[in-house]
């Protein structure tokens, strides 16, 4: 650890700037330490710069620091404070980036988990880890694997703490929100977007009670023609 500042200066937010974003860089990482701070400071260098490029397009690090600041609000609203454990399981992608650097700027300890794993390797490493907050993406097909496997989770798991399952990629349906529902409790979330355009529709647990399987409303600054 005690290299890290040489390591940011030949990555590059620490080199010449001046004394405006000086400060904004300095604070950044003393706020948010190594992870979550090299991100903002590379939003204060390079804000319109391209920050990662994936399968639903492209993000600066201004798009992509505001993301993981907005998602580590959330988490710090759910009581996730520093020094807490943060596993991610999620594949790589904006998804990955988002929840390593909202861990980073929670002050969390964070613990990065193979995709390999079988479920009783993660459960092995969350116990040990200590971890309060798994993070993991699923596809609707991967939701119904799990329910068939355990058709009662509550049943068999403490899942007091579950708070978000978010679902995209493929029709949710309504049979399968509907046991989804009854299975986890209103934690399912169904996102309907493109790779052009990401995310057009969310639906939040409240829309899937009123209207099973479906995607929501649009989400902020997305227009849907009539």
């Known amino acids: ?8 200066v030949c990555a590059g937010p620490l080199g010449p700037m001046g004394p405006a974003r000086l400060r ?3 604070s950044a990482l003393a706020d948010y330490g190594v992870i979550g701070g090299a991100l903002t400071a590379s939003a204060i260098r390079w804000p319109e710069r391209v920050a990662v490029i994936d399968e ?8 992509l620091d505001r993301r993981s600041t907005a998602l580590a609000n959330a988490w ?5 404070r520093a020094g807490g454990g943060v596993a991610v399981l999620v594949r ?5 980036l988002d929840a390593v650097c909202a861990a980073g700027k929670c002050g969390a300890r964070i613990a ?8 009783p390797q993660i459960l092995e490493v969350v116990d040990r880890e200590g971890i309060e907050l798994l993070v993991h993406i699923v596809v609707p097909v991967m939701l119904a694997r799990i329910l068939d496997a355990e058709p009662e989770p509550t049943a068999q798991h403490d899942l007091s703490a579950l708070r978000v399952i978010f679902v995209a990629g493929s029709q949710l349906g309504a049979a399968m929100c509907t046991r989804a529902t009854a299975a986890f409790g209103p934690v399912l979330y169904n996102l309907y977007g493109s790779t052009e355009v990401f995310s057009a529709t969310i639906a939040t647990p409240a829309d899937l009670r009123a209207e ?6 649009p989400v902020r600054g997305a227009v849907v023609p009539g």
């Not at 990065?112 to 479920?119: S, W, Y």
């Not at 099973?212 to 409303?217: D, L, Q, Y």
């Open 1 to 8: 650890m005690r290299h890290w500042p040489c390591g940011t």
């Open 24 to 26: 904004g860089v300095v």
């Open 56 to 63: 639903l397009g492209s993000l600066t690090y201004a798009e």
């Open 76 to 80: 710090c609203d759910k009581g996730l």
């Open 92 to 96: 790589n992608h904006r998804g990955f």
């Open 112 to 119: 990065l988990l193979n995709n390999d794993f079988a479920g």
């Open 212 to 217: 099973p399987g479906c995607v929501g409303r």
